[in-house]
């Protein structure tokens, strides 16, 4: 696997040439940019082969008994991170017609030792998701207009005040985890960060 080490931008993980010599909490142009809402964001590893070969059989194939390592690499991802200040581990929902015919949702299988891990409950229930089609050969700008408006908050007493660790297998652009953002934070949340096992790397 290609782990996620420093240096890297201490908003979005975006990890930086191992030669940069950085100091302090540096940001990718992105993040310097305003483009990145989330308070942080932090991946195990990047996405690319070998990481691909376990990701694609626990998410589509069944292979469940991958999200033990999977969900230890994405605690080790938390390691420069006050985990104290998290009080609810949320994974990322899926549509009801996608957890019928996937019958799980990875985000769970890799919340739940999270959420043991760090010591806070995980919320399963305040927020839904309507059914799109796949987002996997989409552009950012398509991603950003599909993921618009597919979730709601349905348990907006939960939300209120919380700062809120969402939980992914894998980041591709963030869209998914800036719509859930924005929904949360008009919920009432106080700050919602993000999680995943792996995140796509492109040139920025």
């Known amino acids: ?31 310097a940019a305003g483009s990145n809402e989330l308070d942080w964001i932090r991946s195990a590893c990047v996405y690319d082969s070998a990481s691909r070969s376990a990701m694609l059989p626990f998410k589509h194939g069944g292979r469940i008994k991958y999200a033990r390592f999977m969900s230890r690499a994405m605690i080790w991802a938390l390691r420069d991170i006050d985990v104290a200040d ?17 019958g799980y949702n990875q985000a769970t299988l890799l ?3 999270i959420a043991r891990a760090i010591g806070v409950t995980m919320d399963l229930d305040s927020v839904r998701r309507k059914f799109r089609p796949d987002m996997g050969h ?12 597919v979730f709601s908050v349905v348990n907006p007493s939960k939300i209120r005040g919380c700062k809120i ?6 980041m591709t652009t963030g869209a998914t985890f800036q719509e859930l953002r924005r929904v949360l934070m008009r ?16 040139t920025i």
């Open 1 to 31: 696997m290609n782990w996620i080490e420093w240096p890297y931008c201490m908003r979005c993980g975006y990890p930086f040439p191992s030669d940069l010599d950085l100091s302090g909490a540096p940001l990718c142009p992105n993040c």
């Open 86 to 102: 998290i009080d609810v581990v949320m994974p990322v929902p899926l549509a009801s017609r996608r957890l019928f015919k996937r």
């Open 111 to 113: 919340a739940r030792p």
């Open 138 to 149: 989409k552009n950012a700008r398509q991603r950003i207009e599909n993921i618009h408006g």
């Open 165 to 170: 660790l969402l939980v992914d297998d894998v």
């Open 187 to 202: 919920a009432g949340a106080s700050a919602v960060y993000g999680v995943t096992f792996c995140r796509v790397i492109r």
